[in-house]
T-cell receptor
Framework: AQTVTQSQPEMSVQEAETVTLSCTYD???????LFWYKQPPSRQMILVIR??????QNATENRFSVNFQKAAKSFSLKISDSQLGDAAMYFC???????????FGTGTRLTIIP | NAGVTQTPKFRVLKTGQSMTLLCAQD?????MYWYRQDPGMGLRLIHY???????AKGEVPDGYNVSRLKKQNFLLGLESAAPSQTSVYFC????????????FGEGSRLTVL
């Protein structure tokens, strides 16, 4: 079974600064997907960014980018120019290729300091 | 544009009572899921469905039943609630095209006394 580990229960960053959230995973599969989901105080989960394991290029979505290290099974999220609206729980998630059942990590609560 | 709607949003039950959570989606999605979220444990998959009339067990199915009689609805039932089922329950849906993008509801907070 796949596992996803987020070792940082809480992180904080000054507004406009850059922060990196860590995620490691364990799988014996070669084809899979990795995701970062955001859960704001409203509780509704929102997809932030998605990475296909077969792609070497790191995914980027505006101020959000990932550092995908397949050999190390590491998938970190970098948020640049942090904004107050980025405050939320961030979950790393994994799915096997051809399967949309997500396995989630335990989450990292991000606080933005004005 | 409703997306994924869960009812009720909050519910308090006594041990042994039964209840049903309703999830409705208006995006014509094939796949639907029920997750539970507990502090320090992330989200765990309870049951899921890959199409109308189908259901399958997830990671933590014990104590729950589901039904998908209509494509747009996915029901989660607790036949005899236990305090261990106190949690926030999330429904999600997806196209099933292997994008991995799930669309979530706002969650339902259930307390079992």
């Amino acid at each position: 079974a796949q596992t996803v580990t987020q070792s940082q229960p809480e992180m904080s960053v000054q507004e406009a600064e850059t922060v990196t959230l860590s995620c490691t995973y364990d799988t014996s599969e070669s084809d899979y997907y990795l995701f970062w989901y955001k859960q704001p105080p409203s509780r509704q989960m929102i997809l932030v960014i998605r990475q296909e394991a077969y792609k070497q290029q790191n995914a980027t979505e505006n101020r959000f980018s990932v550092n995908f290290q397949k050999a190390a099974k590491s998938f970190s999220l970098k948020i640049s120019d942090s904004q107050l609206g980025d405050a939320a729980m961030y979950f790393c998630a994994y799915a096997n290729f051809g399967n949309e059942k997500l396995t989630f990590g335990t989450g990292t609560r991000l606080t933005i300091i004005p | 544009n409703a997306g994924v709607t869960q009812t009720p949003k909050f519910r308090v039950l006594k041990t042994g009572q039964s209840m049903t959570l309703l999830c409705a989606q208006d995006m014509n999605h094939e796949y639907m899921y029920w997750y539970r979220q507990d502090p320090g444990m992330g989200l765990r998959l309870i049951h899921y469905s890959v199409g109308e009339g189908t259901t399958a067990k997830g990671e933590v199915p014990d104590g729950y039943n589901v039904s998908r009689l209509k494509k747009q609805n996915f029901l989660l039932g607790l036949e005899s609630a236990a305090p261990s089922q106190t949690s926030v329950y999330f429904c999600a849906s997806s196209f099933g095209r292997n994008t991995g993008e799930l669309f979530f509801g706002e969650g339902s907070r259930l307390t079992v006394l």
